[in-house]
């Protein structure tokens, strides 16, 4: 069974930073991309970051800068460095896993207060 687990999300300040992480389970995680999407109220999911299993990485512009996403394929799990965090960033933080099949997490919220 396939299981993706985040955690690391909360409430912080605004300027402020938090660490997530997706614990992989039930996959060959070194294989796959993996990244990150939020969702905040009202609206569409968006993609944040995405890192593939030959380390090729990509980054909204709106988190250009500000977050580092990474992988410890020995941990099977992936990370979400945010920094100099804004309110906007605030919403539900989803992490997923793409081969052939795509999984996704439960997703973890974060909320950045001004």
């Known amino acids: 069974q396939v299981q993706l687990m985040e955690s690391g999300g909360g409430l912080v300040q605004a300027g402020g930073s938090l660490r997530l992480s997706c614990a992989a389970s039930g996959i060959i995680f070194s294989i796959h991309t993996m990244g990150w999407y939020r969702q905040a109220p009202g609206k569409q999911r968006e993609l944040v970051a995405q890192?593939?299993?030959?380390?090729?990485?990509n980054y909204a512009d709106s988190v250009k800068g500000r977050f580092t996403i990474s992988r410890d394929n020995a941990k099977n799990t992936g990370y979400l460095q945010m920094n100099s965090l804004k309110p906007e960033d605030t919403g539900v933080y989803y992490c997923y896993s793409r081969l052939t099949n795509e999984y996704w997490g439960q997703g973890t919220q974060v909320t950045v207060s001004s």
């Open positions: 890192i593939t299993s030959g380390g090729k990485i």
